[in-house]
């Protein structure tokens, strides 16, 4: 079952403005990552944020982390057309044990239009 | 390095056939796993596998077998194909002690 659940499913912006993308998840985690995916390529890695961090940047990515309301948003800031790709949240469930189950919400599909 | 390697890009089954869908990486990583994405549903674990000779199941694991007789491979086999296995598979890595997990660019598979 899906842990991870991202808000909104879609979201279209103009060049220079900037994105935000939320994600809700049900259990408790080790940490959460973001993935970007282009259309028809693999998933690549972004940003990881742990569970005992509140916010971590990386250029342009901001990324926050909420444990008491089990949430966590991206901020692109600046989007370019080549941000144009879905965004996928990633959990890493505190299930006691190492971390081989990562879970995938749905995704955002992010438009960047020029 | 080429990083994670999915052969083959694009494969048509009928239905009943069987297939092995490959997975190699050149990163020396121990973790290995396979994902299926279909539309609306994001990625979903169908096995994963620890180190060579270790195998386990994930979140949709029926309809598919795995084995891990090196590090650097780890084939998934369909071994009846169904339509429901209709799907873009993706095969990711992970180092030791990373968390972040490496992707290949994925087999578009139809089943008829």
């Known amino acids: 079952s899906q842990q991870g659940e991202e808000d909104p499913q879609a979201l279209s912006i103009q060049e220079g403005e900037n994105a935000t993308m939320n994600c809700s998840y049900k259990?408790?985690?080790?940490?959460l990552q973001w993935y970007r995916q282009n259309s028809g390529r693999g998933l690549v890695h972004l940003i990881l944020?742990?569970?005992?961090?509140r916010e971590k940047h990386s250029g342009r990515l901001r990324v926050t982390l909420d444990t008491s309301k089990k949430s966590s948003s991206l901020l692109i800031t600046a989007s370019r057309a080549a941000d144009t790709a879905s965004y996928f949240c990633?959990?890493?469930?505190?299930?006691?044990?190492?971390?081989?189950?990562?879970?995938f919400g749905k995704g955002t599909l992010l438009t960047v239009n020029p | 390095n080429a990083g994670v390697t999915q052969t083959p890009k694009f494969q048509v089954l009928k239905t009943g056939q069987s297939m092995t869908l490959q997975c190699a990486q050149d990163?020396?990583?121990?973790?290995m796993s396979w994902y299926r994405q279909d539309p609306g549903m994001g990625l979903r674990l169908i096995h994963y596998?620890?180190?060579?000779?270790?195998?386990d199941q994930g979140e949709v694991p029926n309809g598919y077998n795995v084995s891990r007789s090196t590090t650097e491979d780890f084939p998934l086999r369909l071994l009846s194909a169904a339509p429901s296995q209709t799907s873009v598979y993706f095969c990711?890595?992970?180092?030791?002690?990373?968390?972040?997990?490496?992707f290949g660019s994925g087999t578009q598979l139809s089943v008829l």
């Open positions: 990711a890595s992970r180092g030791d002690y990373g968390e972040k997990l490496f």
């Open positions: 259990t408790s985690i080790n940490n």
């Open positions: 944020i742990r569970s005992n961090e």
């Open positions: 990633a959990t890493d469930p505190n299930s006691g044990g190492s971390n081989y189950k990562l879970t």
């Open positions: 990163m020396n990583h121990e973790y």
């Open positions: 596998s620890v180190g060579a000779g270790i195998t």
